[in-house]
């Protein structure tokens, strides 16, 4: 997270001359609307940065990078493996989301709402046997394309900070295509549609 507020004050910085409206960091707690993700992994918190750039008075195009970790655990009745009582997991995604928003004009308290591309990246961590029975952790990795429809409500507190909450809903899935040690090649979706809420701090650059 230091890492990631570092780069929020840089970009403010940088870009103090340039066209952005808007730069914003975030964390969102996406609920995925599959049953077996919800299970594994329960609540996802989704960090994001990004910025806004302005498209006439009411119109704004938006760039945010978002990234996921996170450790989950797997009930037996969703085992891709030899059976077991239950299996620790780890996730891991990065995602490009692009697009355009409606705003009202009043800078003072906000409301947007916005349509975009998700450009994304997901690897997930999962234990094998190998033909010794020793587990192991392969990692299985997709690429996908989503969509995705949001709101954001603005409150600024100076003249140039703001806080925020965005809620969003998405979709988007991964097909994940691997072989194991031992078989044949195995293909799972991974699906990473659902809902998502969350705060969000933003610097004001105009």
């Known amino acids: 997270m230091i890492p990631a507020i570092s780069l929020f004050f840089f970009l403010c910085g940088m870009m103090s001359d340039g066209p952005v409206?808007?730069?914003?960091?975030?964390?969102?707690?996406?609920?995925?609307?599959?049953?077996?993700?919800?299970?594994?992994?329960?609540?996802?918190?989704?960090?994001?940065?990004?910025?806004?750039?302005?498209?006439?008075?009411?119109?704004?195009?938006?760039?945010?990078?978002?990234?996921?970790?996170?450790?989950?655990?797997?009930?037996?009745?969703?085992?891709?493996?030899?059976?077991?009582?239950?299996?620790?997991?780890?996730?891991?995604?990065?995602?490009l989301v692009f697009g355009g928003r409606l705003r009202s004009v009043d800078r003072g308290r906000s409301l947007s709402i916005g349509v975009g591309v998700v450009l994304a990246w997901a690897g997930e961590a999962i234990p094998e046997a190998d033909a010794a029975g020793r587990i192991r952790y392969k990692n299985h990795t997709g690429r996908s394309v989503g969509a995705m429809a949001d709101g954001e409500f603005d409150y600024l507190v100076t003249s140039n900070l703001s806080l925020g909450v965005r809620a969003r809903f998405q979709l988007l899935s991964f097909g994940?295509?691997?072989?194991?040690?031992?078989?044949?090649?195995?293909?799972?979706?991974?699906?990473?549609?659902?809902?998502?809420?969350?705060?969000?701090?933003?610097?004001?650059?105009?």
Do not use: C, N
């Open 21 to 95: 409206d808007k730069v914003s960091i975030g964390t969102t707690f996406f609920s995925p609307q599959a049953h077996d993700m919800k299970d594994a992994y329960g609540l996802i918190p989704v960090f994001s940065i990004g910025v806004d750039l302005p498209v006439g008075s009411d119109k704004s195009a938006f760039l945010t990078v978002e990234g996921v970790h996170e450790s989950g655990t797997f009930r037996e009745d969703v085992v891709y493996y030899p059976p077991v009582d239950a299996y620790h997991t780890r996730l891991k995604a990065v995602s």
């Open 176 to 206: 994940i295509r691997y072989r194991p040690e031992q078989g044949e090649w195995r293909h799972y979706v991974l699906d990473f549609s659902g809902a998502s809420v969350g705060p969000y701090l933003a610097y004001h650059l105009r």
